[in-house]
């Protein structure tokens, strides 16, 4: 019974650290991008492969209705397709994206918006 009890609890915290990653993308892109000799945009892509993974797990799926579950997967591909476009112009880790870009990419990776 205690088992039964905490696999909700866990379930729910899978949901919540995806809304964190989500959350903190902005601080941990530019952590990785001064720490590391990775382009601002190979820094974001961290960030959109762990909301990925979150997304592909059964136990996150299964706290999501179908309609958001399709929304949110079809939003990320949108997101991964504006990333390729990007990758042609900001390529070289001196070659930093102006805020604007920044901020249109960081709303995209917000899926619960």
Known sequence: MFAENQEPVQEKNKLE?????I???PRSTE????????????????NVFAVEIYLD?????????VEQNFKFNETMEELKMRLDQ????????????????????????????
């Open 31 to 46: 952590e990785e991008f001064l720490n590391t000799t990775n382009s601002w945009l190979a820094c974001f892509t961290s």
């Open 57 to 65: 797990s059964p136990q996150v799926k299964g706290l999501l209705s």
């Open 86 to 113: 990007l990758k042609e112009l900001y390529s070289a880790r001196e070659d930093v994206p102006p805020e604007d870009i920044k901020q249109e990419l960081l709303n995209k990776l917000n899926i619960f918006r």
């Open 17 to 21: 650290e995806l809304k964190g990653i």
């Open 23 to 25: 959350k903190n993308a």
